[in-house]
């Protein structure tokens, strides 16, 4: 194995190491090379208790509420007519229904009409009920 020297100083110094060296060409020189190895470990720095629970609420809803009567009202006319009369039909929010009769000369009597009427009501009903819901709650644990 070669002793290696180490030069230190001026520049004359340099020059004459550059010289010794270059005399010596089986010389080797040794290259060092660092190496950066990382690991890495896994500390506890804390814990959370995590807890659900169902909330129960009640809730006032006001809610529209419809509702319809009918009204039948017959109409008595008694008058003789010639032709057939009209089917059912709708005037306005009116059903009107003829009826009828024959007689023994064979001569239609309109005897009496019904009206059907529905009158539509709307009120507002209160309704009660109970509204469930989740909450959660997440507390951190200080103390390992």
């Given at each position: ?5 180490i030069?230190?100083g ?7 190491r ?25 500390i ?74 529905k ?26």
């Amino acid at each position: 194995m070669k002793d290696w020297k180490i030069f230190t100083g001026t520049e004359q110094n340099l020059n004459t190491r550059n010289q010794e060296t270059a005399q010596t060409s089986d010389s080797v020189i040794p290259v060092v090379q660092e190496e950066l190895h990382v690991d890495k470990k896994q500390i506890e720095t804390g814990k959370v208790h995590v807890s659900k629970k169902v909330v129960t609420e009640p809730v006032n809803v006001s809610v529209p509420v419809i509702q319809e009567d009918v009204v039948v009202e017959k109409k008595a006319f008694n008058q003789y007519i010639n032709t057939p009369p009209p089917g059912v039909r709708q005037e306005g929010d009116t059903t009107i229904i003829s009826v009828v009769k024959e007689i023994l000369v064979k001569q239609l009597v309109l005897v009496e009409e019904i009206h059907i009427t529905k009158r539509r009501t709307e009120t507002s009903a209160n309704v009660q009920e109970n509204l469930r819901k989740e909450e959660v709650t997440v507390n951190r644990i200080t103390n390992l």
